[in-house]
């Protein structure tokens, strides 16, 4: 999988850290729960993967603090309020 650049994305995570991918995200403002949202790529080969297993491995790197809670879906509106998130997209054209 590999993070990749969308429309909407106000901010680069990671950006000049060699040791990590940088992680292209939107980060909701004025939000009670924080969200940061990304989007991943899959390979071929990882699609296929999927399709036959069903299954998505993941790894948080928490470093020794509490886990936060994570969303995982390939269905992008069940990310983002849809009629918000075509306004802001607007908004930064």
């Known amino acids: 999988m590999k993070p990749i650049k969308f429309k909407g994305q106000n901010c680069t995570f990671a950006e000049n850290q060699p040791e990590y991918l940088p992680l292209p995200a939107h980060r909701v403002d004025n939000s009670e729960r924080g969200e940061?949202?990304?989007?991943?790529?899959?390979?071929?080969?990882?699609?296929?993967?999927?399709?036959?297993?069903?299954?998505?491995?993941?790894?948080?790197?928490m470093f020794g603090k509490p886990l936060t809670p994570s969303f995982f879906t390939v269905e992008k509106w069940k990310m983002f309020n849809k009629k918000v998130f075509k306004e802001y997209c607007k908004s930064i054209k």
């Open 36 to 61: 940061v949202i990304f989007c991943e790529s899959l390979s071929l080969k990882e699609r296929l993967i999927v399709l036959f297993t069903g299954k998505l491995w993941c790894a948080l790197l």
